[in-house]
């Protein structure tokens, strides 16, 4: 079954039934995120499903150079969609950041991420306090601008809590419409369908070094295991602060984040002012 991989890689490439997801839905199919989603998305809203499957088929259509894409950036359904509906919604869009962006050294613990690394944890995030380790953290960089614009906040780790803590409740009760998500450019490729399935518009933002190549290095990063810490370039960094402070802000200097679960929301004394 293993030699399977390579002939639903070509399917992904030749675009099959315009899908770029086969290579990944026929490595997961047994696994438990796999499951969950199929069981508590797909099969309980199957119209949803296959209308917004249907959205999916004409996004993948419409896109040119659409691999080389995965390893940049990607707006889902568009650029124009994605701003119009952010400026629309009440809340801000969710902020994903991977795991994999902590700081990390396995001979020096002083030199790694204080709260950890494979979880939703954050120093910086629960308490509002730093180490000097943190500040060249980019979770630290691009949450303290989400606090400042109030976007929520959602440290990503396995497939499965993705799932959880963000797919389901979209599809269900619609609380997270809108998302900027930075992944490695697997991701990006297995994560679109979800995406439409669930109802979110979304910026994808890929990671421009660190990041996992294929579903081998992918599954162990999944299950916890990476070595390699993620980086983003100062143009995509840039990119990624101007796309956030330019949304909405609050008028209080006395800001923090609450958590629920493992999403962080941005918290004020005072109520919230738009940013013009």
């Given at each position: 079954m293993a030699k399977l991989g390579p002939f639903f890689d070509r399917l992904d490439k030749k675009s099959f039934l315009l899908f770029h997801v086969w290579e990944f839905a026929y490595r997961s199919f047994f696994k438990e995120y796999a499951r969950l989603f199929f069981l508590k998305a797909m099969l309980k809203h199957p119209l949803k499903t296959i209308?917004?499957?249907r959205g999916y088929q004409r996004f993948i259509k419409a896109q040119e150079n659409l691999?080389?894409?995965?390893?940049?950036?990607?707006?889902?359904?568009?650029?124009?969609?994605?701003h119009n509906r952010t400026r629309e919604l009440e809340e801000r869009p969710l902020l994903g950041l991977g795991f994999c962006l902590k700081p990390y050294d396995p001979k020096d613990p002083s030199r790694?991420?204080?709260?950890?690394?494979?979880?939703?944890?954050?120093?910086?995030?629960?308490?509002?306090?730093?180490?000097?380790?943190?500040?060249?953290?980019?979770?630290?960089?691009l949450a303290k601008e989400g606090m400042n614009s109030g976007w929520s906040v959602y440290i990503m780790t396995s497939a499965k809590d993705i799932a959880t803590d963000f797919l389901l409740p979209q599809i269900e009760s619609d609380k997270f419409p809108a998302a900027v998500l930075l992944l490695c450019p697997y991701s990006v490729q297995a994560i679109l369908p979800s995406l439409f399935i669930c109802g979110i518009d979304a910026y994808l933002a890929a990671y421009d070094s660190g990041y996992c190549k294929d579903y081998k290095e992918w599954r162990l990063a999944d299950l916890g295991s990476k070595e390699d810490r993620t980086s983003l370039s100062g143009e995509s960094m840039e990119k990624l602060l101007n796309l956030i402070s330019r949304s909405y802000t609050f008028a209080s200097?006395?800001?923090?984040?609450?958590?629920?679960?493992?999403?962080?929301?941005?918290?004020?004394?005072?109520?919230?002012?738009?940013?013009?």
């Open positions: 209308k917004r499957l691999f080389s894409r995965y390893k940049k950036s990607l707006v889902v359904p568009d650029e124009e969609a994605f790694s991420c204080p709260s950890g690394r494979a979880n939703h944890d954050c120093l910086y995030l629960e308490t509002g306090r730093t180490q000097n380790i943190c500040l060249g953290c980019a979770i630290y960089r200097s006395s800001r923090a984040f609450k958590r629920e679960c493992n999403i962080f929301y941005p918290i004020s004394l005072d109520k919230p002012s738009s940013r013009k």
